[in-house]
């Protein structure tokens, strides 16, 4: 499977200040998917980066909180814009992987630990 | 209703034993499954797909019920090492729907 870094591992963060998390991944894939998890909670999709066009975003989040860029087919990031406390989460890159015809199958980088205060 | 549901646990299991756990989801269309293992701060990892026929990759069975809308997981001869959270996973129409996890705990 491909193997997928993230920067920062973690980082404390002031109200107002904004943060961009990169995801880089060694091999070339189609599928990016950024997502958050709260403390103790499951994993919520954030939005699909699309490479060369706008991300699409879930219901609950907009482009402007959580811009996304995806420059090519290894690389991303999410920011996160205007952060308040209630950001304070877990990020986490996720690609797709798998064969036409067969289970696509995800896999995570190793999250981005952000705390606002 | 929530569309993966499972039991939350913990699941104190003493080491040996066998453990068994299910997800339920709400939506027919469901196509793909899967089971996820978090470790404390640490992130997903897939641990198996789960196919119509089921399927088992050494220590662990996954089973799959369509008529009844749930996948299972088996755990047998647990180990120390396979106290995790286990995530439900379904795909629907290319979305990734994931459960809150079951918390289990092998205790020596």
């Known amino acids: 499977s491909a193997v997928i870094s993230q920067k920062p591992s973690r980082d404390i963060c002031q109200r107002g200040t904004s943060l961009t998390i990169q995801c880089q991944v060694d091999s070339q894939v189609t599928m990016m998917f950024w997502y958050r998890q709260q403390p103790g909670q499951s994993l919520t999709l954030i939005a699909t980066a699309n490479q060369g066009s706008e991300a699409t975003y879930e219901s609950g989040f907009v482009i402007d909180k959580f811009p996304i860029s995806r420059p090519n087919l290894t690389f991303s990031t999410l920011t996160v814009s205007n952060m308040s406390p209630e950001d304070s989460s877990i990020y986490l890159c996720s690609v797709e992987e798998g064969e036409t015809g067969h289970t696509y199958e995800q896999y995570f980088g190793p999250g981005t630990r952000l705390t606002v205060t | 209703r929530k569309e993966v549901e499972q039991d939350p646990g913990p699941f104190n299991v003493p080491e040996g034993a066998t453990v068994a756990f299910n997800c339920t989801y709400s939506?027919?269309?469901?196509?793909?499954f899967f089971w996820y293992r978090q470790d404390c701060r640490k992130e997903p990892k897939l641990l198996m797909s789960?196919?119509?026929s089921g399927n088992e990759d050494g220590r662990f069975t996954a089973q799959l019920n369509r008529a009844s809308q749930y996948i299972s997981l088996l755990i047998r001869d647990s180990k120390l090492s396979d106290s995790a959270t286990y995530l439900c996973v379904v795909n629907r129409d290319d979305k990734i729907i994931f459960g809150k996890g079951t918390r289990l705990h092998i205790l020596p």
């Open positions: 939506n027919s269309a469901s196509q793909s």
């Open positions: 789960v196919y119509s």
